[in-house]
């Protein structure tokens, strides 16, 4: 582009095209959606299948899995951060969401821990079900992006269903929220991704 | 009375001319401004690659912006490389705000 006289029209399309090319700077790639769609999917089935199958006293162990996943999403994230040539209002309110989601499993967690006896902790499940609904369809709103709205309402009709079904059950129900809520569109997101970003290749 | 006619149309003009801020009337300086109200902050690279400018007319006319106050911006290290990130500033909002009022006025007359 050069520095020289423009006409108002000339002004009008230049704001246009630019605030076009910003708003097709899409940065989600699904990496996280499907990090942790796959892990929790793996964790919900395995507990599912040692708890009332194999019988494995230590069933829950399965769930340290996460702690691998969580260090996964650091280091993916920090790299990602240094290659980072902008940022966008959408990746900032898109991560508060998120934190926001965080804040309240872990702060569930502990409460309902210390609420509930030992038998009820199936009723954890249905909360971790009520809370995954909230940012999935927050990210898909704010992303314009249906499938992650469809499986945030998945999550939520989920949820009432876990209140009709046996309590082993439960556990599978958050196997299928997953699916529907970060796998199907975590590859949607991957794929998406890379045909906006290969698309706004520069000229 | 064509001269007449001539020089109230030029003075008209000159007088919408003059309600755009001439240091966003300029392609490169409006092309950068338009990118930095979309996002939060961005890197030279990445505003060098959407408004396809050179490093040297990008630089000069980033730097006409900073000293107008209307972008903020910062040098950084990132891995041992220098990295110069620019974030348009309340001043820079609102003289974009009116740059673009301006240019809606000029429209619908």
Known sequence: MQEENISRQQSLAIIESMINKAKNQFSENGFAYLLWGWV????????????????????????????VAAIVQVIDATKRKKRKAVKTYTDEIIGYVWMTFV????????????????????????????????????????????????????????????????????????AAAVVAAWIIPGYLLRSRYRRENLAIQPQ | MLRVLAAIIQSQCLVVFKELDPILHSQLRLAVISLLISVKEADFTFIKEKTNATAGNLSVQVNKLKEAGYIDVTKQFRDNYPLTVCKITPAGIIAFDQYVKNLQTYFRQ
């Open chain 1, 40 to 67: 929790i999917l793996f964790c919900s089935v395995s507990q599912y299948v040692l708890q009332y199958v194999m019988h494995q006293p230590k069933h829950y162990l399965v769930w340290m899995l996460t702690w």
């Open chain 1, 103 to 174: 804040v309240m499993l872990l702060l569930c967690g502990i409460l309902v821990g210390k609420v509930l006896e030992p038998g009820q902790f199936y009723v954890a499940n249905i909360i971790i079900l009520v809370l995954y609904g909230m940012p999935t369809l927050l990210s898909g709103v704010i992303l314009k992006f249906r499938p992650l709205v469809t499986g945030g309402i998945c999550c939520w009709i989920l949820a009432v269903l876990a209140s009709f079904v046996a309590p082993q059950f439960i556990i599978l129900l958050i």
